[in-house]
């Protein structure tokens, strides 16, 4: 096979490839990590790169521009790869000021945390009592610790016990983890060897986003929060072109579990950082993901989520140690991670059930979690039901033109004002503008629908009376920021194809709401209380949310914003053995409701594609609210 | 720190040493293994090097023999190390044809070896039964194997869970470890990818001698035997001396673990390369050794066995996997250690009371293991009381001028004919003899006794009529074979030291015995059985077990050559869950009585000096055979 060389500019990185290699595998080589959001399989275009004009490869059409996942290298080549990589490093963008607020207050728990340390005393052997050391050292903590049915103790730590015991007296601090049916010991040490290990972190690892706590679990405090995008996204932007990664790449599964392990040892060091911890101090972490993130983070193959009946490796998993795992934090420490009911509702969702509560309440409640999937639960303490829906990661911005996450620079909230054509804005951290994050979208949504700005078909209203609307390129946009103000240093704009994107995820959301309660023979005026998840942002504008038609117009006291559920989930899981145990009641007692194989779930989908919905006797509110609204146009609101 | 070359001969091997390095290091630096067997203490003498005569260092006295770990480098040297070499090597030889005679019948066991493969079907996924994988396993194996508690499985065999699952039709092949409270998955493959494993390997690690069997689990047969001598015997030849070693030498402890895995691994190979196996096709170790021995084969520091009151750092251990305990076998696989009852009592003993079955037996049995340390045990099926004495190597052929294990061309058995001045003997393997294993040496004692050349103090009767008495040197010899006879290489003899080294062995054994009959109220008469096991070799004459005094004196049908009991409770143990559990019991329930607290037993330990004893009437049927004897003495016989 004959070798080409590749030149990636800026910065001449230079790589030589086998002929046919794709430039996308020519760019990995090169170190260069291209945002492949669709998995590489030309759907996205976000891998698009320019070929020098006269050096275009002959086999590839078009101008100079390329999908780097598409063209394959048959001669020598110069490539600019700066719009692609800047685009990859704009989703890879690192949030040290997250904005996962809500998360001062940690769970007290029950003083079974994960992992925990105990004082263990023991009389001194003598010659009436000389039972060998590791009996005495089992005989002393199952006293102090009547619970665990067994202790497991590793061979490094049984080389050292002899000696520790002796020079400490017989009085030592064990440091434990909780696995459920054994009890492993992390360490013995002599006590006022410094202060125990107490932090561990609680993780939610979504498809998009991979959110961090840490957490002193003996005071019960927080001391940090994290989000980042997850890298794993580079090969796709939702589960499905990710399984098909792994199943079709020599490396894929390898790159899937590398490139999210990095995301979750970045969070790790940067939460220990900025605590004045080592990662090393980190001895317990819980971590909530869906069932395709916790398998790849295992490195376990995942073919059959992709497949009907869409069943996932694991349910309940055995706790493992860091090491096993990869995380790189203290290598001995304990990580629990949350069972999945099924491939398409994870652990990420047991632990927003447990969150709530819900499994706890005699009345119907209802979680819906919008994340790259959108999931749903409804029950109480007498049953539980859920379903999954491909919502899509608009919510979390991705896919929208000046869509970011939660984080500094991020519009949280928007509001038009018709009578001066001007935008009340909150932007996270108060400086400049440089995006939108989800719950800055549903308000903008929210705000120009109630200004007749989008009609109810989701389309931009050409006649509209603002100068806000223009013509870019072959779509309309709605102009929320222009450059320079506010100090921004780009025009920030919502376009019609943004739209679009918001409506088909809350299009599906609903019809999934819609399915799953008429399934159950349910109205949604029977449930008492509404939970709404996801990685929107600090502050959901409810009423938004309800005129949207993504959550059912029920009384607006029923509704409550949960937030990032999974990751609070996750560290009530981390402090208390009770939660662990609610947690894989959970997950046994849930039943799955497969929306693909009911009929009418498409049906409901595309009646969800109107502001609020077609049918709009189903949201009274909503109805009774556009009649003030368009009452009062013209009026000067603040 | 100023450097001198060493220069070892013969083969001209250099090492350099900092000034005032020990020539046993610096022999150690150079690869070479002197036979430390003292620990290093300069009392054996076994290290004894030539340091060429002109360039002995100043600080060492005498001519040219110096003991390489008392002496201390401050100069250039040459140094022979010839004679240390020869005798390491024959200290050390290997043993292919090992004389584990009875081993041939494996217990049959109760269908739970330690390790063994059952096939576990499942019904596939289907919408309605969408359980994961794991779950759907674990479910399936608990109905296939309903005993253990709880299933813990290793990440990278859930990384492979999902595809095996699918591409056996879901159903498998399981490998499971019973490790008590927990069975633990070693591997799971679709059926009919060969045999599945079923070959385990029994081990008595003695202080001076290891032996293994290999054996099929599925078929309980055994496919081998070896024996070698403990590679750790370089380092000291008791248990003291090594412990010595780990606490004075700054890689004492790693030495040690490293020499015995050596031995141990060797083994293994042998056994495999036999059978024509690989060591990877090995799946489950049984080991049972004295609690020293079992420290340090898992590199457990052991100070506190040497100090009162001597207590071992495990009782019941866990069940380690192979590659934490660093058996070259499959990396997977189960390794159970036999637990140890206090310092001087071990999972030796413990094994050898499960293999006798005196711990369900209704009558009063008594166990004397004579290795390097004597171990008694007296007991029933309600109750089991043990003790230990430093009997010392002397049975096992250590230390003794022709001694050498019960292997090719030791002398296992002699009769000495008065009126021929003729010895009639036997050689294990049948060819020329090259030295005189325990069996041997307790019939030539006896033999000799019996013709009153050996008196009843032990010493040589130089009035006796025969040739083969001599002087050699400060001591008196008894000639067994003469250079040239029976093809034999050299004169084998034993020496009036090797005569007192038995006699002090025999004597220490039958001091346990009595202070331990007597501190129970027991008298001998009362034993109902007597197992006499060790190392001796596979034919003990019983008879001048008794003559000599080793054993008390009781009917002959009452006693029992238990062989080395050690190997036989360590394969039960191999075969059957039942035989693990009552080891646990064994340990917990056996009571160690120490006997340095006992104010008698160096009282016993002198009268016991004589052959049989001080007191003859103790020995009813050796009081009246050596009247025969005497009343026999110039007839001839066969």
Redesign the interface.
């Given at each position: 096979m004959s070798a080409h060389t590749v030149i990636f500019e800026p910065g001449e990185r230079c790589v030589s490839v086998d002929d046919g290699t794709t430039l996308a595998d020519a760019a990995a080589l090169a170190g260069i990590a291209l945002p492949l959001s669709c998995g590489g399989h030309g759907a996205c275009g976000n891998c698009g790169v320019l070929v020098r004009a006269d050096e275009t490869p002959s086999r590839s059409g078009g101008k100079g521009w390329v999908l780097a996942c598409q063209t394959r290298v048959h001669e020598d080549l110069v490539v600019d790869v700066g719009r692609a990589e800047r685009l990859a490093a704009q989703l890879d963008e690192s949030v040290s000021d997250a904005d996962v607020r809500g998360f001062e207050a940690v769970p007290a728990g029950d003083g079974h945390p994960l992992v925990r340390a105990l004082v263990v005393r023991m009389n001194p052997?003598?010659?009436q009592d000389?039972?060998?050391?590791?009996?005495r050292f089992r005989t002393a903590l199952r006293k102090a610790d009547p619970e665990p049915?067994?202790i497991?103790?590793?061979?490094p730590t049984?080389?050292?016990?002899?000696?520790v015991l002796?020079r400490s007296g017989f009085e030592v601090e064990v440091v434990l983890a909780d696995e459920g049916?054994?009890s492993r010991v992390l360490s013995v040490s002599g006590p006022g060897r410094g202060s125990p290990p107490r932090h561990g972190v609680a993780m939610d690892i979504g498809t998009t986003t991979v959110a961090g706590q840490l957490v002193d679990m003996t005071q019960a405090m927080s001391l940090g929060t994290a989000v980042h995008r997850n890298a794993q996204a580079q090969f796709g932007d939702d589960v499905i072109s990710r399984i098909l990664r792994s199943e079709e790449h020599p490396t894929g599964l390898r790159d899937l579990r590398a490139s999210v392990l990095g995301t979750v040892n970045g969070l790790i060091r940067q939460l220990a950082r900025s605590a004045g911890l080592r990662p090393t101090d980190i001895v317990a972490a819980s971590i909530a993901g869906n069932a395709t993130m916790t398998s790849f983070l295992?490195?376990?193959?995942?073919?059959?989520i992709r497949r009907?009946?869409?069943?996932?490796?694991?349910?309940?998993?055995?706790v493992?140690r860091a090491e096993?795992?990869g995380l790189e934090m203290n290598l001995a420490g304990a990580v629990y991670l949350h069972?999945?009911v099924?491939g398409f509702v994870g652990g990420d969702i047991v632990a927003g059930v447990l969150a709530t509560g819900m499994d706890e309440s005699a009345d119907l409640s209802l979680l819906i979690d919008v994340g790259t999937n959108g999931e749903i639960v409804v029950g109480s303490s007498e049953w539980l039901t859920c379903c999954s829906c491909s919502a899509g990661p608009a919510f979390e911005g991705v896919g929208i033109e000046a869509g970011m996450q939660a984080s500094r620079g991020a519009i949280e909230q928007v509001r038009y004002d018709a009578s001066t054509d001007a935008l009340e804005l909150r932007v996270i951290g108060g400086g400049p503008p440089a995006g939108i994050c989800g719950t800055g979208l549903l308000e903008a949504l929210a705000t120009l629908f109630e200004a007749g700005i989008i009609d109810r078909s989701g389309l931009f209203n050409a006649d509209a009376p603002t100068r806000r609307l223009r013509q870019s390129g072959y779509q309309t946009e709605f102009v929320l920021v222009r450059q320079g103000e506010l100090g921004a240093v780009l025009d920030i704009v919502l376009t019609q194809a943004d739209v679009e994107h918001l409506i088909r995820s809350k299009a599906a959301v609903h019809a999934g709401i819609t399915v799953l309660l008429r399934a159950l023979g349910l109205r949604a005026e029977q449930i008492a209380k509404v939970y709404i998840a996801g990685g929107f942002g600090a502050h959901l504008n409810l009423e938004a949310a309800v005129k949207l038609g993504l959550i059912p117009d029920v009384p607006a006291e029923r509704i409550e914003y949960a937030g990032n559920s999974s990751l609070r989930g996750a560290c009530a899981s981390l402090m208390s053995r009770a939660a662990r145990e609610r947690v894989s009641r959970i997950a046994q007692s849930m039943t799955?409701l497969?929306l693909s194989?009911d009929p009418t779930f498409m049906d409901e989908y595309v009646a969800s594609m109107f502001l609020p919905h077609t049918d709009l006797s189903r949201f009274p509110s909503v109805r009774c609210w556009r009649r003030r609204s368009q009452a009062s146009v013209g009026q000067s609101r603040r």
């Open positions: 052997p003598t010659t000389n039972s060998p050391d590791l009996s049915a067994s497991s103790i590793s061979l049984l080389q050292s016990l002899p000696g002796r049916e054994v295992l490195g376990i193959e995942a073919p059959a009907a009946p869409h069943v996932p490796a694991a349910g309940d998993l055995p493992f096993e795992v069972p999945a099924s799955y497969e194989g």
